[in-house]
Nanobody
Framework: QVQLVESGGDLVQAGGSLRLSCAAS????????MGWYRQAPGKQRELVAV?????STNYADSVKGRFTISRDKNTVYLQMNSLKPEDTALYYC?????????WGQGTQVTVSS
């Protein structure tokens, strides 16, 4: 019912920046929150940042002060600054409505030291 497509992942050096984008399509009218999760090899998927339809945001402690989530119409962004090797992961876009939880295909972020 809702499709999410991420883009923007890349290989960057430590200290660099990336901006991830997630475009939502389909039955998007009832979405009340969108966010970013990430999963590194051998680790659990974790919340990175979330933004509600009202504009409230929440961040993982590990990215506070470095990452910024924003939403514009049907697209959610994750601006990532001062990247660290520990940020290396597959990043997934997430969207929620009253009934369902939707996921994108993931975009790879690799930060070299």
């Amino acid at each position: 019912q809702v499709q999410l497509v991420e883009s923007g992942g890349d290989l960057v050096q430590a200290g660099g920046s990336l901006r991830l984008s997630c475009a939502a399509s389909g039955s998007i009218f009832s979405l009340n929150a969108m966010g970013w999760y990430r999963q590194a090899p051998g680790k659990q998927r974790e919340l990175v940042a979330v933004v509600t339809s009202g504009g409230s945001t929440n961040y993982a402690d590990s990215v506070k002060g470095r990452f910024t989530i924003s939403r514009d119409k049907n697209t959610v962004y994750l601006q990532m600054n001062s990247l660290k090797p520990e940020d290396t992961a597959l990043y997934y876009c997430n969207a929620k409505n009253r009934w369902s939880n939707y996921w994108g295909q993931g975009t790879q972020v690799t930060v070299s030291s």
